[in-house]
């Protein structure tokens, strides 16, 4: 395909176009603004908040601390938004959204309603022409996707899903205006992150839940709770010093980790860390020993604890089975949730384990499993998402020499830090694959993206370079040593989305990078040896 530069004349061009308007958009713009460039951000969505604008599920509610998943390049900010709860909910979260835009002044720079189809490298002008499905085509020198790792979702394919006469829901496309399930018969297919905190709220409103699960995933109680107003002011008093420490620890937020090897310690020991830490809820499990994700026998010991814990909250011990994890613990992102398990033992609610006999149709009136269909009036999709690469790859993005990252990424991702592809000047992603993003408290990683990527950007401009891009051989290394650290650890060992094995046909290659602060310290290093791995050039 080449580009006539002449479709995109009449339309404006820009200095830098900033594909989606979630966390990592809105900062990029005001980063950009902030060095005096014009920028552009396209939005598909008729509002802002990217994750947190669609996934708007009953009980949809982020699993980091609200003072740590929140922004923090602004002091002004963090001081005046008061976080009412421990872990936000997401109409909480979709609110600082807002209150961020109409603080920085945001809004005039977003375009609304404006999915991106495809994204050209021109190169007789060096410039980015972006297309949206509707509207015309935009130009810029840079182009910035803002896209999310979780943002395409995976609707897997039901034989006869179009002969439902009732409602249909994906956890990741909720409506706006939300659902009211009161009297109806629901099923809920799946049971990740977003089934385990949206099942305790449907079965309390709706006559019966039926819960088709594949796998059983590990959950650990949030023990969600109102912030009180000193606990604000303490946190408020310490940020400084609470974000410098987060962004030292691997996960890029205070996990209260514990350094000690669960491998030297006592059994006594072991079950005294993990009753701690049982109590301080959801992902602090992450932190109870440092080889808990390397070392699968520690590994074993633990998830044997969270077992039994799950086993003494349900009631019916054949269910309690079902819903007990075999696997590797933390191999799959663990949930945190309120009433997950508990919820099994309401009369209203059935399980329905499809791990041996999966879902054979869904008929006009319900979901099939082998000869019994179950009879139901709605069915939530909680069925998760492409993964980091999906939302990119549905853009027709289009390098040099015509390439298509859809076909350079066919067996899996190749990026040089997260950041930038081989072949693609001047475009850059944030928390891409190859980043930590995922493994992370992702607005701290997205900060260090949206500025490594506006100091590089005033590098450029300072220097009277125009053009950045990645060099085939500092990719590969990137490559190479992305799955090294991954393949050092637990974390490869099951059908996890992290490798893209929830999605038929997708290459399995663990995409997100193990370990935030040796990234960090890489990202520096590179900028201080002069962009190590990157050609620059004037034109
Ligand atoms: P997910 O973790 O990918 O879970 C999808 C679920 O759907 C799995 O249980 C999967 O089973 C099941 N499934 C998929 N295809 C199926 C089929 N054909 N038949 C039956 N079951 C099927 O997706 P998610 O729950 O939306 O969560 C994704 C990620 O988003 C999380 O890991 C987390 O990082 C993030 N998230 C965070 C929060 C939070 O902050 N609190 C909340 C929600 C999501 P298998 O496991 O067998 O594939």
């Known amino acids: 395909m080449t580009v006539d530069i002449k479709t995109a004349q009449g339309t404006t061009d820009y200095n830098a176009i900033v594909v989606g308007a979630g966390f990592a958009g809105l900062y990029m713009l005001h980063r950009l603004r902030s060095s005096g460039l014009k920028v552009r951000v396209l939005e598909a969505g008729n509002g802002a908040g990217g994750t ?38 997401q109409p909480e979260i979709l609110k600082y959204v807002e209150h961020v835009i109409e603080r920085f002044n945001l809004r005039d720079d977003i375009q609304f309603n404006t999915r991106v189809e495809s994204a050209v490298f021109d ?27 979780l943002s395409s979702t995976n609707l897997p394919h039901f034989e006869g899903l179009e002969s439902f006469k009732g409602a249909t829901y994906h956890t990741g496309q909720w409506p706006q205006q939300g659902v009211d399930f009161t009297g109806l018969r629901v099923a809920v297919i799946g049971t990740g992150s977003s089934a385990v905190q949206s099942i305790p709220i449907i079965a309390e409103e709706c006559k019966q839940l039926t819960v088709f699960q594949r796998t059983p995933n590990y959950s650990i109680p949030a023990y969600n709770a109102p912030l009180t107003d000193e606990e604000r002011d303490r946190i408020k008093a310490n940020y400084p010093a609470i974000r410098e420490f987060g962004k030292r620890q691997f996960l890029a937020y205070d996990l209260q980790m514990n350094e000690k090897l669960a491998a030297d310690a006592t059994p006594e020991e072991i079950r005294a860390e993990c009753e701690k830490r049982w109590r301080l809820g959801g992902l602090y499990f992450y932190g109870a020993f440092a080889d808990l994700l390397l070392d699968e026998q520690v590994n074993q010991t633990i998830a044997d604890f969270v077992r039994d814990k799950i086993k003494e909250k349900v009631k019916d011990p054949v269910v309690a089975d079902l819903l007990t994890p075999k ?156 799955n090294e650290v991954a393949a050092g650890t637990l974390l490869n060992s099951c059908n996890s989305w992290y490798l893209g094995a929830n999605i038929p046909g997708k290459r399995r290659v663990f995409m997100p990078y193990v370990g935030f602060p040796p990234y960090v310290e890489k990202c520096n290093e590179v900028v201080a040896n002069d962009y190590e791995g990157f050609r620059l050039g004037a034109a």
């Not at 963090?78 to 421990?86: G, I, V």
């Not at 007789?124 to 803002?146: D, H, N, Y």
């Not at 009136?365 to 549905?394: K, S």
């Open 327 to 482: 696997s590797i613990f933390g191999c799959k992102r663990i949930c945190a949730d309120t009433n997950y398990f508990e919820t099994f033992n309401r009369d209203n609610v059935l399980l329905v384990d499809v791990s041996k006999e999966p879902i054979a149709e869904i008929t006009p009136t319900g979901v099939r499993v082998g000869d019994r269909v179950y009879e139901v009036d709605a069915i939530v999709f909680a069925t998760g998402f492409d993964a980091m690469t999906g939302a990119l790859n549905r853009i027709d993005i289009r390098g040099r020499g015509d390439l298509a990252l859809r076909e350079k990424w066919a067996a899996g991702p190749r990026t040089y830090l997260g950041l930038t592809t081989a072949g693609f000047p001047n475009l850059f992603t944030i928390s891409g694959p190859g980043s930590p993003s995922v493994l992370t408290c992702m607005i701290t990683s997205i900060e260090q993206h949206v500025e490594f990527i506006g100091d590089t950007i005033d590098h450029l401009r300072a220097k009277q370079l125009r053009l950045i891009e990645a060099t085939e051989d500092a990719e590969e290394a990137w490559v190479t040593h992305v």
């Open 52 to 89: 947190w604008f669609w996934n708007r599920y009953p009980g949809a509610r982020c699993d980091i601390e609200s003072t740590q998943y929140s922004y923090q390049f602004s002091s002004e900010l963090e001081q005046e938004w008061n976080w009412s709860e421990r872990y936000a909910a």
């Open 123 to 149: 190169e007789a002008s060096a410039r980015w022409v972006v297309t949206p499905t509707e509207g015309k085509a935009l130009t810029a020198q840079f182009c910035i996707m803002a896209t999310g790792c």
